[in-house]
């Protein structure tokens, strides 16, 4: 199997047919197989098998009980299960028309290119197909801001934000890819230099169904570009001086009602790791908890740090305030503390807590192959 052509798709069930019959037809007597990856909540999943047995084209569907990382998630899986060498990503509206298979598919067998895109904006594309406002809005927001951002990983690129393109799987980590944000393109240019070749690309009017484009995806993107920027230290920040004010206000006020400062502080801090360790679960690292150690695993880990990292911060808090006489600013020193303490458990979550792991140790994510 030369290609696999992944199509992530979410109640899509009225361009199913027309997908498939229109793609065997443009890819001929190439060796190819289609893979829907699957998340929908309606009769997609029905209309796929039923589709696939009328078809002489290999047809693989991986349903998603529990999707995680909507599109960029359902691209990974993809790429998982293939079995060409290469896998082409396409939309499942029919916004890219099958018929640019070929050209895409005979460029990146025929090459020394390590990946191929679909790019509008060069001679030949075209983006008429983007009819919707916020769609618009995001192509050149996402191009623009990228480009001026990732000025190196994206000098050969003239649409980092098409969703149309061809990838030597042999060449890709996919273990490094995050997928937070849904321009997987985007995702693993700006991971690895890559050897970037471009074809034209149109942008067809999408088939039935309805837009999945909304406010979210600005704010998906958005995340996506600072992760890939800066990564998840700004993140990690907000929840850290969120739970470092709740610290200061919880040990203020309990020394208020008469508690010894050190009480104060150890109540304040057992507080706030909890706090923090669930924030961190469902805001920041949510899209890496299934690669990760299990559930347990991590919050023993997490807690445990910060619990050893807030004794020790206790620890040099009661020296400092004892041996410089610092009564009057217990909060303030705390405060200082809380910075460096900050730091340390970034670097410990990033690279303990949450590491990528490989086999039974990691949360699974269930998943129904047909």
Known sequence: MDVTIIVPTFNESLNVEELITRTEAAVGQRAVEIVFVDDSNDETPQVIEEAAARHAIPVRLIHRDVPVDGLGGAVLEGFRVANGSWAVVMDGDLQHPPEMLPRLIDTALGGDANIVAGSRFVEGGSAEGLSDGLRVFLSHFGNGIT?????????????????????????????????RGFKILLEILCRKQMRLAEVPATLAPRGGGESKADIKQVWRLTRQIVELRIGRMPGFALIGFVGGVANLIIMGLLQHAGWNYIEAASAAAAITIVGNFIAQEHWLYHDLRAGARKLWWRFGHSAGFNAIESAVRTFVLFAVVELLHLHNHTVLTQGVLLVIGFLLRYAYHERVVYRQLAGEDSEEIPSTRA
């Open 147 to 179: 480009k001026l951002l990732f000025p190196r990983k994206l000098k050969n690129s003239t649409d980092p934000m098409s969703g149309f393109f061809a990838v030597k799987l042999d060449e890709l980590d996919i273990a490094a890819l995050k997928p």
